[in-house]
């Protein structure tokens, strides 16, 4: 074992105290990684608060980890010393079912291994990058090419493939009308992405606030949703929606806006139930869906991609005695567009 620098809350709406914890010595397969930046993600906020289930505490969140290999095991083969390399959301799955040998190691039937607040193959509470390192096994850990800055790409180890994953799926690109719901975190990500993937792109905020912003990023259009001619005026336009806020949405309205076999895809996550009528769906054959981060052969593609398109996250880089303002801010959507955390302020 190793101890490492890091910052944990010990309870729902607890502050975040320096502290130390843990690392399991290096196995034949694994890396260590010197963590450069993590990004602060809503989902951070929604598990410490209790909000997804139970939660091991002291917890050290954290799954968009940017930062380079200072060690490896004897038998690592895809990562070498001074790499720069990162991890998202999983650290490990059972790597035998039907889901993880099609690449869709986040769909484990046994549950994939998650950064933190899980429980880890050395059977002890993972824990995330809010610290100075991480180990974890080399299949789990993502190359992160010259082309992007590690802090601008930490973010992209979970907002980057949450948007890329569905956007990807179902076919964004020429020819295609894809709206994003909400320019934040998540949203603005989407919109870059999108844009690169020759989709038309537009934004569907409650204000036209973050108008300036999202023209600049790629969109072609910009609508308040809390002006009530928006659904009247793209009534049956888009192929395909996203949506990355994490409130209930009027769900038939937005359906609305679906044409002939348009999906409208779920990546953020109320944490109340919605509900809709039948025949939203039934009319023009739209879909309701849901998408949930990528797999890791997916998540390496997402970071070549944004490599080649020159998309990286909008960031505001914070020290670790910031994460509480930081978190307070976030949840009065006061960022454009993600906290990035500097580890070398630990």
């Given at each position: ?11 729902p709406k ?19 990684i ?47 010393l001074?790499?720069r ?12 079912c ?20 899980c ?7 993972t ?34 493939i949450t948007l ?15 709206a994003i ?45 809390t ?8 009534a049956?336009?888009f ?63 997402m ?44």
């Amino acid at each position: 074992m190793r101890s490492v620098t890091a910052f944990a809350t010990l309870g729902p709406k607890a502050p975040f105290d320096k502290t130390t914890i843990e690392r399991r010595d290096l196995g034949p397969t694994d890396v260590l990684i010197k963590i450069a930046f993590a990004g602060i993600c809503h989902s951070d906020i929604h598990t410490a608060f209790g909000e997804w289930g139970d939660v091991i505490y002291p917890l050290v969140p954290g799954h968009e980890i940017a930062g380079v290999v200072e060690e490896v095991g004897t038998e690592v083969t895809k990562h070498a010393l001074g790499d720069r390399v990162g991890v998202g959301c999983m650290v490990d799955s059972c790597r035998q079912c039907r889901n993880c040998h099609a690449g869709y190691e986040q769909h484990c039937l046994d549950g994939a291994t998650e950064t933190y607040n899980c429980i880890g193959k050395d059977g002890r509470p993972t824990d995330g990058g809010y610290s100075t390192h991480i180990v974890c096994d080399e299949e789990f850990v993502l190359r992160i090419p010259d082309a992007v800055n590690l802090d601008v790409a930490a973010p992209l180890l979970c907002a980057g493939i949450t948007l890329y994953s569905p956007l990807r799926h179902w076919g964004a690109g020429p020819g295609k009308k894809v709206a994003i719901v909400g320019l934040g975190g998540l949203g603005h990500l989407g919109v870059k992405i999108a844009t690169a993937m020759g989709a038309e792109v537009t934004v569907l905020s409650q204000t036209l606030a973050k108008e300036a912003d999202g023209l600049k990023m790629g969109a072609s259009a910009y609508y308040a949703t809390t002006d009530p001619s928006t659904f009247e005026t793209l009534a049956g336009y888009f192929d395909l929606i996203v949506n990355t806020v994490s409130v209930p949405l009027p769900l038939n309205r937005y359906l609305s806006l679906l044409t002939l076999d348009g999906a409208l895809v779920m990546v953020g996550a109320p944490p109340e139930p919605m509900s809709l009528y039948a025949n939203s769906v039934m009319t023009n054959r739209r879909s309701f869906a849901g998408s949930n981060i990528g797999g890791i052969a997916e998540t390496q593609e997402m970071l070549d991609f944004c490599a080649e398109h020159g998309i990286g996250a909008d960031i505001e880089v914070i020290g670790g005695q910031d994460i509480d303002r930081a978190w307070e801010r976030v949840l009065n959507s006061d960022v454009r567009y993600r906290f990035v955390i500097d580890t070398a302020t630990f």
